[in-house]
């Protein structure tokens, strides 16, 4: 068989340079994933701003989000290619210090994991996990909040995809977990926004959520407002906080919406879904006696 017929009935491939890992020296060859070959097949944006991909018949799932995030097999240190090796001292000291923990973390949810080993759901979904456990020990120079944010949201992407092959197994209540942590994270990025006490402006080229558009901090906004008006019983129990957590949540959605209106460069999809969006905010507070 040909190289090109063989290439053509897979998903990825193995970068030819190594890849060292900062934190513990470890070499490894990057898997990417091929780019053509009607390996994608694009289906609808979900109300979360997830592109759903049809099953390939030739090839099976695929999905980009599995090969986006660097993780080094050895200590699962895992990180955004940009990243990388925008290690200080500290960052790197933290993260080697927390080797154990880290795979001991990952393993509890998932199971022993081997990033040697060709990407799938499982391993896609530890990518994401590790990405927030890491991101958790950097300083702000990497603007580790809205990163953490956009793991936040991929992970429990994945975690919705385990429960539905897995059901018996639990990993809604995961999927859910992050789902809140996402809403909180992305909170704090909208705060982070406003004050400048993260180079945010640097994850600009990736905060998605997913890969197909890059819905930049157009996606921030719409995405704290649906994940504050789907988790706003966990995120706030008494109603009169919940009023004010939505409240607050329309105004800023309220400036996407006008924004979009008024711009003809802002991407159609994301307009209608956050007139939508600032609909159904109308009806959740005017039905709590809220503000009108």
């Known amino acids: 068989m040909s190289q090109a017929a063989a290439q053509s009935k897979k998903v990825s491939f193995r970068a030819k340079e190594s890849t060292a890992c900062p934190i513990c020296d470890e070499n490894h060859q990057k ?54 090796n925008a290690l200080n001292p500290a960052d790197n000291e933290a993260i080697r210090m927390a080797t154990d923990a880290r795979r001991s973390y990952i393993e509890k949810i998932l199971g022993p994991v081997d990033f040697t080993s060709d990407r799938q759901i499982v391993l896609g979904a530890a990518s994401y996990l590790l990405g927030m456990d890491c991101y958790q020990l950097r300083g702000v120079s990497v603007a580790p909040t809205p990163k953490k944010a956009v793991c936040a949201i991929r992970a429990a ?49 990736m905060l998605g959520p997913d890969t ?59 307009v209608e879904m956050t007139r939508e969006l600032y609909d159904e905010y109308n009806a959740i507070l005017e039905e709590m006696g809220g503000e009108k």
Not at 44 to 53: E, T
Not at 221 to 236: G, P, S, V, W
Request: charged share 25%.
């Open 212 to 270: 197909d558009n890059n819905w930049g901090f157009d996606g921030v906004i719409y995405l704290n407002a649906f994940l504050t008006k789907k988790f706003k019983d966990q995120m706030a129990p008494k109603p009169e906080d919940q009023v004010l957590l939505l409240s607050r949540a329309k105004r800023t959605l309220a400036r996407l919406y006008g924004s979009g209106k008024a711009s003809k460069g802002k991407p159609g999809p994301i």
């Open 31 to 84: 898997e990417q994933m091929f780019q053509g070959g009607g390996r994608l097949i694009a289906g609808k944006l979900a109300q979360d701003l997830r592109r759903l991909y049809e099953k390939n018949k030739k090839f099976g799932r695929v999905s980009p989000l599995d090969y986006v995030m660097t993780v080094c097999p050895r200590c699962l240190y895992s990180s955004f290619p940009k990243d990388w």
């Open 157 to 205: 992407w994945y975690f919705s995809d385990l429960h539905e092959e897995f059901p018996h197994i639990g990993y809604d209540k995961i999927r859910d977990l992050l789902y809140q942590k996402a809403a909180v994270i992305y909170g704090y990025t909208l705060e982070l926004m406003q004050n400048g006490n993260e180079p945010v402006d640097q994850a600009a080229g």
